[in-house]
């Protein structure tokens, strides 16, 4: 009953000022992190450390929830944690070779506006969401805004950017996936979002640690030479994502989705700011799009 009575209500309302409080502070923290990644160099031995740093720093966390909401997860509940931990896992592989081919300025908005209009397909067709005209319009505008911000079309299959972008696309496809997926597994399956996290970056450490063995040399560099960005990424990266997962408890997907790609124009501006990667006036223009198109999800 308690399952079926969220689902009426997410599908009954749009975007709530609290829910969309909860996506914009996710984003910049998205953001955030991302750069560091980004600056850090990044690679398996990294990211496995920061799987493992994250298990360790929330596990005081998850048990406490679990203790105060009496949770026991079921079977069933594991199952969902898994292919979302195998879903994660394929995100932050294609992210990081993202960014080792491609600029931060590219390869995070391309990734981060194809998900949400696979996304909002999803949900409309799937999960028989039915979001207004005008948040369908809204996040239209902040997929159009985030490609534009990638530069002249014609460069993205230029020498040398191919790949990057390639990655790129397939971490959008992944998004799209664990989004929906993920959707179901706070409203529908009733996990907490905070133990769900944990679980499925409990998840995530184990099906890296294979790959992460054999780049030893990686792993030493990155505690050596990148402890406090292993940290902040430890720190940030489930933050941003509980914070979305919460919002996901009470809100359609089809408006959470876009709304979180507030964080491209964080993005941008580290990019071109701080990465100096340069042509910050066409940048900043479409972030500007992207930033009426999260008005337009909010007002919808």
């Given amino acids: 009953m308690r399952a079926r009575d969220i689902r009426i209500r997410c599908g009954s309302f749009g975007m709530s000022g609290f829910a ?54 079921t079977l069933a509940q594991l199952g969902i944690v898994a292919v979302s931990g195998l879903l994660h896992a394929a995100y932050f592989l294609l992210l990081d070779r993202g960014y080792r081919f491609g600029d931060l300025s590219v390869v995070y908005p391309l990734a981060r506006a194809t998900g949400p209009m696979i996304t909002v397909l999803i949900a409309i067709a799937v999960l028989g969401e039915q979001p207004s005209a005008l948040a369908v319009g809204g996040a239209l505008l902040i997929g159009a805004g985030a490609f534009f911000l990638t530069g002249n079309p014609a460069k993205l299959v230029a020498a040398g950017a191919g790949r990057g972008v390639g990655f790129a696309l397939l971490t959008g496809g992944v998004i799209a996936a664990y989004s929906v997926w993920d959707k179901q597994a706070v409203a529908v399956a009733l996990i907490p979002p905070l133990i769900f996290d944990w ?68 993005a941008a ?32």
């Avoid at 640690?209 to 960005?229: F, S």
């Fill in 20 to 73: 969309l409080g909860l996506v914009l502070a996710a984003a910049f923290i998205h953001a955030s992190w991302n750069y560091v990644l980004k600056k850090s160099g990044g690679g398996i031995g990294f990211l496995w450390l920061s799987t493992v740093l994250t298990t360790l720093i929330y596990a005081p966390l998850a048990v406490a929830v679990a203790l105060l909401q009496e949770f026991t997860p």
């Fill in 199 to 266: 679980l499925a970056n409990l998840c995530r450490t184990f099906i890296l640690c294979p790959l992460a063995l054999r780049k030893r040399d990686n792993m030493r560099v990155a505690w050596r030479e990148h402890r406090q960005a292993l940290v902040a990424v430890a720190l940030l990266s489930p933050l941003s994502y509980i914070l979305v997962l919460t919002a996901l408890v009470f809100t359609p997907v089809s408006y959470i989705a876009p709304a979180r790609e507030v964080s491209i124009l964080v």
């Fill in 269 to 300: 501006l580290m990019g071109t700011q701080l990465l100096d990667e340069g042509d910050t006036a066409r940048r900043l223009t479409a972030a500007a799009a992207m930033m009426l198109g999260v008005v337009a999800l909010a007002l919808g």
